[in-house]
């Protein structure tokens, strides 16, 4: 029998009679892989999920912790999904299109981990600028962010990027290191412990499968040779698995994000630039755009310095996505309210005995 605890179950009530705890490991289309007490099961989602659920949010994700009636005999039914202690979510731009209008809406791509591992690799790609949208967005989730740079081997310089990377996000650990040659990896284990759970993110071909593979010792994920002059890397890795290390710490890996899209990311923002909107308290004026108004901080810490140029650019290019898809996100939720009234008023008329003329 398996222990759900070491899984990072925490049992906050007796389940109701006929359900069992279990967390899902894998999902592949509609098909579910959920580790539980009688072992691994696959499981689908009772109808009412279908029903009751609006949003794709409430669905159960590679991570979640659910109840399940259990099948001995085919696959099991998820009945119910516990809350989650954390969520890493995307914008994701892929909706239909309404008019002019594209719908954007939340993506879960992982939850209930203590640690989110950002990873970016050493060679040319590396980008700040993307460390810390996926830094934005680490730290609205409730898991800890920490960079990793891969590929150390072929870095000429290591001390550079990790500097940069420092400079720009000051109190998160950043590790460089090489799946290829075990550089760095022993660094990790502060944050591999029995019953932790990290997820990796970040673009495709940074090698996250690869790091997967080498703290489970063997493969478990196809890695596939990319092509290191540009860096172009292939989606191997199709969809998002947990899989348990030797060492008892849990790994969620996630195929590879073209881009990630900020979503409903005001408190990650504010709590990555607290410094620039700690300013905003010190303009003159309250209503400051921080444009050519007399007595504005932000233009004064500019001058001086004291503020670096890109650190504002990064603050605004973040605030102005952010604003879009809120924007785009409230319309979409204006017209799902839109459309329930609509149905409500229909149901209601047809109670009613048709239209009354
Ligand atoms: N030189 C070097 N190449 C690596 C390292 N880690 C991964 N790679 C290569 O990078 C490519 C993409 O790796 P993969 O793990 O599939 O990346 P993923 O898409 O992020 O999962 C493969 O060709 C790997 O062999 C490393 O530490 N050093
Ligand atoms: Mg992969």
Known sequence: MIDLKQYGYIEAETPPIGLIPGRVTELQRDQYTVITEEGEVTAVLKGAFYHTAGA????????????LQYNENGASRIAKLLPRRSKFSRADFSGHAIGYARTIVEQVVA?????????SSLNWDFKVNRIMRYLTQTRQSGGQPVVILTKADLAPDLNAPLVDVQKAAPDVPVHAISSHTGVGLDALCEYLQPG????????????????????????????????????????????????????????????GMRELGL????DGISAGFNDVEELFTQCRFNDCRHQTEPGCAVLAALADGSLPCEHWERYLTQKQENK????????LMDKRACHKSIAMRNKQIKKNGGFKK
């Open 111 to 119: 939850t209930n981990f203590d640690y989110v591992f950002i990873v």
């Open 56 to 67: 794709r949010e409430d669905f159960p994700c590679v991570g979640d912790f659910v109840l």
């Open 196 to 255: 932790k759970t990290v997820v990796l993110l970040g673009m495709s071909g940074v090698g996250k499968s690869s790091l997967l593979n080498v703290l489970m010792n063997q493969e478990v994920m196809t890695v596939q040779a990319i092509r290191e002059e540009d860096s172009r890397g292939r989606h191997t890795t199709t969809h998002r698995q947990l899989f348990m290390l030797p060492s008892g710490a849990m790994v969620i890996d996630t195929p």
């Open 324 to 331: 879009f898809v809120n924007d785009k996100s409230s319309y």
């Open 263 to 266: 979503f409903g990311a005001d």
